[in-house]
């Protein structure tokens, strides 16, 4: 299937989502047929049986790449994001609270979202941390729409240079 998929990196997603039909649906169709047929023929209580079930109980959701060329594939681009927060987790254990977790979290989604927004993180958040008590007073929060990562408004400091 990777191998028909890494065909599409320069198609449009219509052009993707025809090829995919012509070429991985029926690869992911015959994995779900051999996947049933075999569900039985291996140990019930085994990982190889939980790994089928799993498969069959998600195969809705595993074939959405299929419906819309826009999505991919896989979620890789997503774990590798993450990847670091989850190298790091043992750095993580002075946060014993729940608010701590959030707050954690927040600060992590804001930075992962600037990376992948092409900002340079630590210049996002310089700005963010001197605009917002600028707006400490306001009665309405219409003001957090210009400092959102793709917001046009923000400074070209904050910006990776391309």
């Keep these: ?8 990196a320069d198609m449009t997603f219509e052009e993707r989502l025809e090829h995919r039909q012509l ?14 047929e075999n569900l039985t023929k291996v140990p019930s209580k085994g990982k190889t049986h939980n790994g089928f079930s799993y498969s069959i109980n998600q ?14 594939m896989d979620n890789n681009a997503a774990e590798q994001s993450i990847r670091g927060f989850c190298i790091g987790k ?9 608010a ?16 992948a927004n092409n900002l340079k993180p630590y210049d996002y958040f310089k700005y963010l941390l001197t605009e ?17 990562p793709w ?9 990776k240079k391309q």
Excluded at 106 to 111: K, Q
Excluded at 151 to 159: F, G, M, T, Y
């Design 1 to 8: 299937m990777y191998k028909e998929e890494n065909k599409l």
């Design 23 to 36: 070429t991985v649906k029926p690869l992911v169709d015959a994995y779900f047929t051999w996947v049933k």
């Design 59 to 72: 195969e809705k959701y595993l074939r959405v790449f299929l419906e819309d060329g826009s999505v991919p």
């Design 90 to 98: 043992k750095n993580w254990v002075m946060i014993d609270t729940i």
């Design 100 to 115: 701590g977790t959030e707050s954690s979290a927040i600060i992590y989604s804001l930075a992962e979202t600037a990376k």
């Design 132 to 148: 917002i008590p600028k707006h400490l007073d306001d009665k309405n929060d219409d003001f957090c729409e210009s400092l959102l």
């Design 151 to 159: 917001s046009e408004n923000l400074p070209a400091d904050c910006r």
